[in-house]
């Protein structure tokens, strides 16, 4: 068939052969890169099983991005051979770069992806789109790493697999189980307001689509899966893990500067569900944010004991006590306001630092006082005795110091945020 722009806004997507039918329910997309000798047999197997097992119209949306080889016409001239099939070729490498054009402009209701070398069984295809066809979930996810996935694969895969999820958990706060598993899907209607904001054009493309679902308060639903490691793949372990966390520092300083819309696409598309468990009586959100409150504070205890031992032969009790806190406050009140209380962004951080300093005011008081109540009953006590008696007076100003944060920050917790512009949205 005659060659035809692929209608999204912002790529080069060209489909360049077509056997499907008009808005299928499922549409899944197998990006491909150079891959003349498994394509074909990964297309006839992959449309084999969605003939015999999905009972709903369905789409195979071969995506090619920039093959130098025979990829594409190979693809292509498949059509003729399988009804169902589409062949779309974009003029730049990504596989994120594919799935981003493919997903937004797809017309069926349901959007999903599989590698080219079927390496996750596809009897998992129908729990994966389930829970997005029955409207329960948002994004539906493959994880080898439940307890009932069965995984074959090496120990160096395995290891770098594991740890780059810890990281995600560690850094980003993420729930979800597996990122860079090859098997998602994603209701449409979704994909065409989120992947705008998606900025990566390759692999870390899931991690940083899922980490910005999470943040949106989307439904993540995980299906175990069995899956088999391919010896002959191309991909680069190394340069793809550093890929990994050069995209993780990147979406890390846009949550962290407010560059992210999270808050306005929350209000519009996010299901609005408390992060944790709700105990009546309760404000929304408190348990979370005591949980996070009391690891900050952990972390600004020990900072404050490790400065105030080191200050103390030179500045004496006092003045130690004085300049431990005044460090360990700023860090405090900006570590409470993005991870306790989750507010990102420049606006109202000058007024919280100044609230900050005052809860900071308080403290020193406290702590200064108590300091002068031990002197004047044991004038020999050691410095260790009087941190002990500081870290005390600390968890005083600690409670005081949550119900501040907690009070200053509530035209935060509770705006409705204004409606978003999805169009014109940086690409």
Not at 205 to 212: A, G, I, P, W
Not at 242 to 247: I, P
Not at 248 to 258: F, I, K, Q, S
Not at 312 to 322: D, E, I, M, T
Request: hydrophobic share 50%.
């Amino acid at each position: 068939m005659t060659a035809q722009a692929l209608p999204t806004t912002g790529s080069t997507a060209v489909i360049v052969a077509d056997s499907s039918v008009s808005a299928p329910v499922l549409d899944i997309v197998v990006p491909v890169y150079n891959e003349e000798i498994d394509v074909a047999g990964s297309v006839r197997r992959l449309h084999e099983h969605l003939r015999a097992c999905v009972p709903y119209p369905s789409r195979i949306t071969v995506a090619d991005n920039a093959s130098t080889d025979a990829t594409l016409a190979i693809a292509a001239g498949l059509v003729d051979e399988i009804d169902g099939l589409r062949v779309v070729h974009l003029d730049q490498k990504g596989r994120g770069r594919a799935l981003n054009a493919v997903w937004r402009a797809s017309d069926a209701e349901i959007v999903a992806y599989c590698d080219v070398d079927l390496s996750t069984d596809l009897n998992a295809l129908m729990p994966l789109i389930a829970p997005l066809i029955s409207g329960h979930s948002d994004i539906a996810i493959g994880t080898r790493l439940a307890r009932s996935s069965r995984v074959v694969r090496g120990p160096k895969r395995e290891f770098i697999s594991r740890s780059y999820n810890l990281i995600l958990k560690t850094t980003m706060r993420a729930k979800f189980s597996d990122a860079q598993c090859g098997f998602k899907a994603m209701r449409t209607d979704i994909a065409r307001q989120v992947l705008p904001y998606v900025e990566d054009t390759g692999w870390f493309f899931d991690t940083e689509l899922l980490v910005l679902a999470e943040r949106i308060g989307l439904r993540i639903a995980e299906v175990p899966v069995d899956w088999v490691d391919d010896p002959n793949s191309t991909v680069d372990i190394v340069a793809t893990a550093t890929a990994d966390l050069k995209g993780c520092a990147r979406v890390g300083y846009a949550l962290a500067t407010g560059r992210l819309p999270i808050a306005e696409l929350r209000s519009t598309i996010g299901r609005d569900r408390a992060p944790g468990p709700q105990l009546d009586g309760v404000p929304h959100g408190l348990i979370g944010q005591l949980a996070r409150f009391a690891v900050v504070g952990v972390a600004s205890t020990i900072a404050y004991a490790v400065l105030y031992l080191m200050l103390h032969a030179v500045l004496g009790a006092q003045v130690s006590n004085f300049v431990a806190l005044a460090i360990t406050a700023v860090l405090n009140t900006a570590a409470n306001r993005r991870f306790s209380f989750g507010i990102s962004g420049r606006e109202g951080a000058v007024r919280h630092q100044l609230f900050g300093l005052g809860v900071f005011v308080f403290g020193w008081a406290v702590t200064a006082g108590s300091l002068v109540l031990l002197h004047s009953v044991a004038p020999d006590a050691t410095k260790h005795v009087e941190l002990a008696v500081l870290v005390v007076a600390n968890l005083v100003a600690t409670m005081t110091r949550f119900i501040g944060l907690r009070w200053v920050f509530r035209g935060h917790l509770h705006r409705t945020p204004a409606q978003p512009t999805i169009e014109g949205a940086a690409e």
